[in-house]
């Protein structure tokens, strides 16, 4: 079974950063792409990034709705995955989850739940608040 855990929310003034962590745990963890999803209060849950398995070549993709200053990177002897924010607006705030599956430029774009198709392993979310 494959768990992710999320870590790094916060509240933070905007303009600010943060770095959120997602530790991916079980036997195979390093062939599933990770991906990084948010859920703002009242929206429907988006795709932000993902980053392909080891055996993919750990390619990384990025919806069309994010702006530049979202980056996805992986750390393979932590078997973790980054997604770093900067320049944080009050639009970002929201809960921010990790799933692990099938990561491509067509899966990272879907919202609400067809996320839920290619992205079968998910995590508890984290909180990411920004005040202006």
């Known amino acids: 079974q494959l768990q992710l855990v999320e870590s790094g929310g916060g509240l933070v003034q905007a303009g600010g950063a943060l770095r959120l962590s997602c530790a991916a745990s079980?036997?195979?963890?390093?062939?599933?792409?990770i991906g990084w999803f948010r859920q703002a209060p009242g929206k429907d849950l988006e795709g932000i990034s993902c980053i392909t398995g080891s055996l993919s070549g750990e390619t990384t993709y990025y919806s069309d709705s994010v702006k530049g200053t979202f980056a996805i990177s992986k750390d393979k002897a932590k078997n973790t995955v980054y997604l770093q924010i900067d320049y944080l607006e009050a639009g970002d705030t929201g809960v921010y989850f990790c799933?692990?599956?099938?990561?491509?430029?067509?899966?990272?774009?879907?919202?609400?739940?067809?996320?839920?198709?290619?992205?079968?392993?998910w995590g508890q979310g984290t909180q990411v608040t920004v005040s202006s």
């Open positions: 079980g036997s195979t963890s390093e062939h599933y792409g």
């Open positions: 799933a692990a599956g099938f990561c491509n430029q067509t899966s990272i774009r879907a919202r609400g739940d067809i996320l839920l198709r290619p992205f079968h392993f």
